[in-house]
């Protein structure tokens, strides 16, 4: 490492310049997008249905769909290279025996930015889980017995009283999950060894601020990327405000929704 020099304000101007930490932005809300949103909804339409009075197994589900929670990201990811291998993997050996078209799953763009979706959704779907059934318990049963007595079905219940009772967690779960999508780095990290995978579809902010320090395997990455501590670190402050803005905006939806 050399001697620290003055550069004021020029990391940021490379920042605002080159296209590496925007795009690296642009595939990390794509990610999120594919990953938490599918999650978020099925966990909360998977607390519902857990939350009922009559489900018989309870607690064996929650444990089953909590268990990925504190299962090592080491081993999903060896078991999700394994799925998802072109050759041998039984993704595309379960599509081949219906007919359907094999992919590269982790040599195509899409392939690869979905496969990373699905490490997160089969990782985060028990943890929003937990938090919407405690949501759920806080609710008053009187609410829904009122409604069911008014002639009210399923969806009527879930639209009118589950849902706007569940806006407090739903804002929290926005957040958290806001907060730790867009700081998606341990499972490109995993797949691809620390560089973006091929075409660079698995880079996120958190894994280019990675490069940028120097972590083992980017200098194997077919295009390796020098360690550069003073850009590195204006990534992290870049992220730290992006961040910032999303928990503001957080806090002011959840001060209407108690007003």
Not at 17 to 27: E, K, S
Not at 48 to 67: D, E, H, N
Not at 126 to 137: D, E, I, K, R, S
């Amino acid at each position: 490492m050399g001697q620290p020099q003055y550069v004021g304000l020029a990391q940021w101007e490379r920042l605002f310049t080159t296209g590496d930490f925007w795009y690296a932005a642009g595939n990390t809300f794509l990610i999120f997008a594919l990953g938490m949103i599918p999650v978020v909804i099925g966990a909360l339409i998977a607390a519902v249905v857990l939350s009922q009075p009559r489900l018989r197994g309870r607690a064996f589900y929650q444990s089953a769909f909590f268990l990925p929670q504190v299962t090592s990201l080491v081993v999903v990811a060896v078991v999700f290279q394994a799925l998802f291998s072109t050759r041998f993997g039984l993704v595309n050996a379960v599509a081949k025996f219906f007919g359907l078209a094999q992919l590269d799953w982790l040599t195509n763009p899409w392939g690869i930015r979905i496969v990373i979706a699905l490490m997160i959704i089969w990782r985060g779907f028990g943890y929003f889980l937990v938090v919407f059934m405690a949501g759920l318990t806080a609710i008053d049963t009187s609410l829904f017995e009122a409604a069911r007595m008014d002639g009210a079905g399923p969806l009527r219940m879930f639209s009118s009283v589950t849902v706007p009772l569940l806006r407090p967690t739903l804002i929290f779960v926005a957040l958290t999950g806001t907060i730790s999508g867009l700081q998606i780095f341990t499972e490109p990290q995993l797949l691809f060894s620390g560089t973006g995978g091929p075409g660079q579809a698995g880079l996120t902010m958190m894994l280019l601020q990675y490069q940028y320090l120097g972590g083992p395997g980017v200098t194997a990455a077919t295009a390796p990327v020098h360690t550069d501590l003073g850009y590195a670190t204006v990534i992290g402050w870049a992220i730290f405000l992006i961040l910032i803005g999303i928990a503001a905006i957080n806090a002011r939806l959840l001060r209407s929704s108690n007003d």
